[in-house]
């Protein structure tokens, strides 16, 4: 059988990737990003390439995580005469962005603080771990002022729905709790191979954290978001008083002012940090 040439060669997915082949959406997606001539961009799941290659050609600074190793291999080749490009194999899941983003050892004197350099996100994120990866970008939100993902139509429905829509729940709350969610534009099946059964939509995230304005304890609030959407058909009551007392439940949902027969997701970003913090308070009180 004849060897077919490397560059003939077509990779097939194996991760559930669905690689977008419409240069023009392509083109589009990136100039989302705005000007990015100074800056530096971080692409999650490069896959071929296809916006690595707009990329490459117009940031200061690329970094681009792909897990796939025959993909990242080629993508190094693709690439390696690119000084500003730099092809990291692995998981964006488990890479500590610190080490990407943050000082280097020796790289400052003691005594001066080094302000984190801001990156830009882009990325075509596999549909089974966007939400994944999206809580993981939110914890080194530090590092990111601007976001830009195509993500299936049904997630990003999800992420700009507002509080007391049937699409509104955790990953809602949590991203309008780390970043202004804008909807930009939607993608056929056709715009990828191979073609997914469903619509994509790219969304720009704008990092702006309302946790300092509504909470004091982050990791607490976000436990308690969890809670609130455990079973997102139950009562707020049903869900919360699997983590807290009846008792000091009732009485936060009575100094919150929310009836205890309401689902999470008619509450409001500011009305949900109201009744975590009644609940934290009267928790710390007993």
């Known amino acids: 059988m004849p060897r077919v040439p490397a560059a003939r060669r077509i990779v097939k997915p194996k991760l559930g990737q669905h690689f977008l082949v419409d240069g023009a959406a392509a083109l589009r997606i990136v100039e989302s990003l705005g000007d990015i001539s100074d800056g530096t961009v971080l692409e999650i799941g490069p896959g071929r390439g296809v916006l690595t290659e707009i990329l490459a050609k117009r940031t200061r600074r690329l970094i681009a995580i792909e897990l796939d190793?025959?993909?990242?291999?080629?993508?190094?080749?693709?690439?390696?005469?690119?000084?500003?490009?730099?092809?990291i194999e692995g998981d964006v899941l488990s890479i500590d962005l610190d080490t990407v983003f943050g000082p280097k050892p020796g790289s400052t004197r003691p005594g001066i603080v080094q302000t984190a350099e801001k990156a830009r996100v882009i990325g075509n994120l596999p549909y089974f771990i966007t939400s994944d990866i999206l809580l993981r970008l939110f914890r080194y939100r530090r590092y990111f002022d601007e976001i830009v993902l195509l993500v299936q139509k049904e997630v990003a429905d999800r992420l700009a729905a507002k509080p007391g829509k049937s699409d509104y729940g955790?990953?809602?709350?949590?991203?309008?709790?780390?970043?202004?969610?804008q909807k930009l534009f939607t993608l056929p099946p056709g715009a990828f191979s191979p073609p997914p059964k469903v619509y994509s939509t790219v969304v720009r995230l704008t990092i702006a954290s309302r946790v300092e304005e509504l909470v004091r304890d982050e990791p607490g609030f976000i436990a308690f978001l969890k809670l609130s959407f455990?079973?997102?058909?139950?009562?707020?009551?049903?869900?919360?008083?699997?983590?807290?007392?009846?008792?000091?439940?009732?009485?936060a949902l009575d100094e919150a002012g929310?009836?205890?027969?309401?689902?999470?997701?008619?509450?409001?970003?500011?009305?949900?940090?109201?009744?975590?913090?009644?609940?934290?308070?009267?928790?710390s009180a007993s």
């Open 170 to 181: 955790l990953l809602s709350a949590t991203a309008q709790l780390y970043a202004r969610v």
């Open 69 to 87: 190793r025959v993909l990242a291999a080629q993508l190094r080749m693709n690439f390696g005469l690119y000084p500003n490009v730099e092809i």
């Open 258 to 283: 929310v009836k205890p027969n309401l689902r999470a997701e008619v509450l409001s970003l500011e009305k949900s940090a109201a009744l975590f913090r009644a609940l934290s308070d009267a928790k």
């Open 230 to 251: 455990g079973q997102k058909r139950k009562t707020l009551w049903n869900n919360l008083k699997l983590g807290y007392e009846a008792e000091l439940l009732r009485a």
